[in-house]
């Protein structure tokens, strides 16, 4: 593996920069048999600036292969988040007769304004050409950005969200050659309207669990500050797409409860062999996004595999359609070992359940089942030196799981990076059931098979971690927990 893997806050299974700035995804395709993860990114330094398309590739969504830009910063202009389709039937007309076109669609941002421009690739995406019409949509408006384009196969033609993020509205267009594009709808301000601006918009169909042939849109977008755990954050609306316009059927949700996860989009072009709809975020929050890591800033979140499911948090309110994420099953390929330990006798004080030197390398999965009784909390503490731990628990007042990141580590970097940050979580059966991935500076907890998630990066200073458990009386019950430890995907 290359020396920066060894990096002691270095993601070892999550995608990063070698070095340099990166923010949102962009461009997530797959085509002959690689998934591609373009991405904003600044060659010149470590942090935002020059914009330019990043890119990277992977067979299996875990392994990925650093390529050269794909779009540069030219003339001012630095190209900003959009999409990328292949174009099976050249109705660009950008293919070279032997295969299909992969077409980026992306913001031009420079003198004074937004637009959206095209590019395309008839060689894998390793080199690409600007279409020479560019802009193909102008609205003379310094906040239109983020197209997220895709072939809507019910009414041939191919469709674009959009979004005037100072508006906070999302305007939806229509297109026979990606070309020329007409307006068919617009949606917004909605949700959570007192906050400002959307951005990164997304808009897929999903099949409900449990409810065989049923489907509905899901419509997601991004606000640059005020979510739920504070500073940027996603929310989502869940409806239906029909003549060209998107209804919310229910009120908006939040994607993610932790706070670093923004900007998520999905895998456009998946073969026909596999049905998933997958997307990947961005593992950083605007407002702390000066992470104290040198000279590479900013990793993407694991993969997640997207489903609608039918919950209710609580008994006080009706069952929503909710947003459900899983990490991708390609990453239990990772698994390099698995032990159970035995947790039950867990009580306060915290103690340990792990061998010294066990987890040196700090990139595991711990998956456990919690029986919270009638105890306030009972959870783990990712302890990394005496007085450094992060904790991720059940609490019993909220009915949420929180990861505590308060004494993880380096938090004075900024004032708004330490705290606890807190997701619903119901009992099913009178348990929660965890999957908590901890990658040296990342942790992410998918909770109940991932009806909600919550991420956030951490900076110990100590790599060498205990698993501690607790229980706030002995009502309450860590019933089971595997350890598996998790290899780096530097190593095939
Ligand atoms: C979101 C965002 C996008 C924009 C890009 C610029 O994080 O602000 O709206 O296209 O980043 O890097």
């Known amino acids: 593996s290359p020396d920066y893997m060894n990096e002691p806050l270095r993601p070892q299974f999550h995608f990063s920069p070698e070095i340099n700035w990166m923010n949102d995804p962009n461009g997530l395709v797959f085509h002959n048999g690689e998934y591609h993860l373009f991405h904003q990114y600044n060659p010149a330094g470590n942090s935002w600036g020059h914009m330019s398309w990043g890119h990277a590739v992977s067979t299996d969504l875990m392994h990925w292969k650093h390529l050269p830009i794909a779009l540069p910063e030219a003339n001012g202009i630095m190209a900003f988040s959009g999409s990328c389709v292949v174009d099976h039937r050249n109705t660009s007309g950008f293919g070279d007769g032997k295969s299909p076109p992969m077409v980026a669609v992306y913001t031009g941002h420079g003198h004074g304004k937004q637009v959206q421009n095209l590019a395309y690739s008839n060689d894998n995406g390793r080199t690409w050409t600007q279409y020479e019409k560019n802009p193909v949509l102008d609205l003379n408006k310094a906040d239109f950005r983020d197209p997220k384009v895709f072939w809507h196969e019910s009414t041939k033609r191919w469709i674009m969200v959009v979004s005037l993020a100072a508006e906070k509205v999302i305007v939806f267009y229509a297109s026979d050659d990606l070309k020329r594009?007409?307006?068919?709808?617009?949606?917004?301000?909605?949700?959570?309207?007192?906050?400002?601006n959307w951005e990164c918009p997304d808009l897929f169909e999903l099949p409900v669990e449990a409810e065989p042939g049923k489907k509905l849109w899901v419509l997601e977008v991004d606000m640059g500050s005020g979510s739920?755990?504070?500073?940027?954050?996603g929310e989502y609306f869940v409806g239906t797409f029909e003549d060209g316009r998107f209804k919310a059927t229910q009120h908006a949700q939040w994607v993610d409860y932790g706070r670093d996860f923004y900007a998520p989009i999905s895998w456009d072009n998946m073969p026909d062999t596999d049905g998933r709809r997958i997307w990947i975020g961005w593992f950083n929050n605007w407002e702390t996004c000066l992470v104290p890591t040198s000279p590479w800033r900013s990793c993407m979140s694991i993969p997640r595999s997207l489903s609608l499911k039918k919950v209710a948090f609580n008994k006080e309110e009706p069952a929503i359609y909710v947003l459900n994420q899983r990490p991708v099953e390609e990453l239990k390929e990772l698994r390099v070992s698995t032990r159970t330990i035995d947790a039950t006798k867990a009580a306060w004080p915290p103690t340990a359940v792990t061998q010294k030197d066990e987890l040196n390398d700090m990139t595991f999965e711990l998956e456990a089942t919690i029986t919270p009784g009638t105890a306030r909390s009972v959870g783990f503490r990712i302890r990394t030196a005496d007085d450094e731990f992060t904790e991720v628990a059940y609490d019993r007042h909220y009915s949420g799981v929180y990861i505590d990141r308060s004494k993880s580590g380096n938090v004075g970097f900024h004032d708004a990076f330490a705290g606890r940050h807190t997701a619903p979580a119901r009992t099913i059966n009178g348990e929660v059931t965890l999957r908590i991935f901890v990658d040296r500076s990342t942790i992410e907890v998918f909770i109940n098979g991932g009806e909600a998630v919550i991420s956030d990066r951490i900076f110990?200073?100590?790599?060498s971690p205990s698993i501690e458990v607790f229980a706030g009386n002995n009502s309450a019950k860590i019933t089971s927990v595997q350890l598996h430890k998790l290899r780096s995907t530097w190593r095939r």
Not at 181 to 196: H, M, N, Q, V
Not at 460 to 463: A, C, G, M, N
Request: proline share 12%; glycine share 20%.
């Open 181 to 196: 594009w007409t307006e068919l709808s617009r949606f917004g301000p909605a949700g959570t309207i007192d906050k400002p």
């Open 228 to 233: 739920v755990a504070g500073g940027s954050g």
């Open 460 to 463: 110990p200073t100590s790599k």
